[in-house]
């Protein structure tokens, strides 16, 4: 039994739809319905073991957890939530997989345990997280790991450092960032040369699912990002091929960029209200995140998709919801 916990999200319904596919058995628990597998989900909070335990029963020695559940966005308030649904919440999952001698995980982390400006980090790359969800993450991982050493003969512990995720039906930051560049209102801040690692929502999941049917073992750590890695202005070259046509080439300097971004959160905080613009944003959108991949290609995973293929699927949804109804 595959066990995905967190699994009405984004990642987790495209994972759900791959496992369908190949035919395996799972269970997602989630504290909100899922949208296409609501017949094999059940409701539980990662805060709250006693509600874990209920739905996390296990049936062979080959059960999997794959923990997808965190608070991830960049105005998660109070940021008090980052800790106690990532850290937290991890340890309460562990508990209750001890309590059912459940041995295998699969944990989604994140990139941003790195840091910014970062010269393509490997795995072993020491933790400088600059926000609360990269800091949260690390906090998280290092839960796992002393989990891990308790028992390193018998338990596995997988570890997928994602990049910024990106697909059709996602409204994330890389979705924002298309939608305004298929509109037509995108406005480069910056040079447009740093450049970013991504990862398009199809692969990660066939590297989630590749892991379980390799039946990996032991303590692994893997970066993901589908390359090559593109810069700003090669991400708008590509953008305009999908879209067959030729985008405005205005350009904002950082520093008036970044000032903008300062003028939006006094008015989140103002106003009360969640904005696109941010001064985090804006300072995420100008730096380098680009990161080395080796390990996923060590294991032998071959993606599906190329990055151009998934940023056309995405540029090709954003531009039907965009369409008169």
Known sequence: MIFVIGGSGFIGTVLGK?????????????????PVFNAVTDIADVR???????????????????????????????????????VEGTEKVLQVMEEKGINKILFTSSVAVYGLNKENPTEAHPADPFNHYGKSKWEAEEVLRKWHQKDPQNRTLVIIRPTVVFGPGNKGNVYNLLK??????????????????????????????YCINQRMTGYQVFNYADKPDLSMNELVTVAEKALNKKLPSIRIPYGIGYLCGIGFDVLAKLSGKKLP??????????ATTQFA?????????KPAHTLEEGLASTLNAIMAEMQPK
């Open 277 to 286: 613009i941010s001064s985090v944003r804006v300072k995420k959108f100008c």
């Open 293 to 301: 991949n080796e390990g996923v290609i060590k294991s032998g995973y």
């Open 48 to 86: 709250k073991p006693e509600d874990i335990a209920k739905y996390l029963q296990r049936e062979s020695p080959e059960d999997w957890v794959v923990l997808l559940a965190a608070e991830h966005r960049d105005d998660v308030a109070p940021t008090s939530l980052y800790y106690d649904v990532n």
């Open 180 to 209: 305004q560049i298929a509109s037509g209102k995108f406005l480069m801040i910056g040079k447009g040369e740093n450049k970013k690692s991504m990862a398009y929502v199809e692969n990660i999941s066939g590297f989630i699912r």
């Open 18 to 34: 791959g496992l369908t596919t190949e035919g395996k058995t799972f269970r997602n628990i989630d504290k909100q319905a899922s």
